[in-house]
């Protein structure tokens, strides 16, 4: 089974920088996507930023510029590096996977049917 586990949430003022990794574990689907979602109280989950295992990459227009992620197939490991952080930033951020066999990605939480727990990312002005 499947499972994603996320680390580096935490609290910052506004400026900061926050580093994100999430670890999967039994994952090992070919031509595939992981990638971040976040929510904020009272508010949808909306794509933050994807990558295909070919290196590919999305990002929601929010983050361009100040967010980056990575991967490392090796270690079935994606990173989100968060930089300029704003308070608008202020969500749980989650960890998500695809299944195999995908030519593209895109930021639609549907396209991915594993999830993490979560990890909150707090940002004060």
């Known amino acids: 089974q499947v499972q994603l586990v996320e680390s580096g949430g935490g609290s910052v003022q506004a400026g900061g920088s926050l580093r994100l990794s999430c670890a999967a574990s039994?994952?090992?689907?070919?031509?595939?996507?992981m990638g971040w979602f976040r929510q904020a109280p009272g508010k949808e989950r909306e794509g933050v930023a994807v990558?295909?295992?070919?290196?590919?990459?999305l990002y929601a227009d929010s983050v361009k510029g100040r967010f980056t992620i990575s991967q490392d197939n090796e270690k079935n490991t994606v990173y989100l590096q968060m930089n300029n952080l704003k308070p608008e930033d202020t969500a749980m951020y989650y960890c998500?996977?695809?299944?195999?066999?995908?030519?593209?990605?895109?930021?639609?939480?549907?396209?991915?049917?594993?999830w993490g727990q979560g990890t909150q990312v707090t940002v004060s002005s």
């Open positions: 039994s994952y090992t689907y070919d031509r595939r996507g």
């Open positions: 990558i295909h295992s070919t290196g590919s990459t």
């Open positions: 998500a996977a695809t299944n195999g066999g995908r030519r593209t990605i895109r930021l639609m939480a549907p396209d991915f049917p594993f």
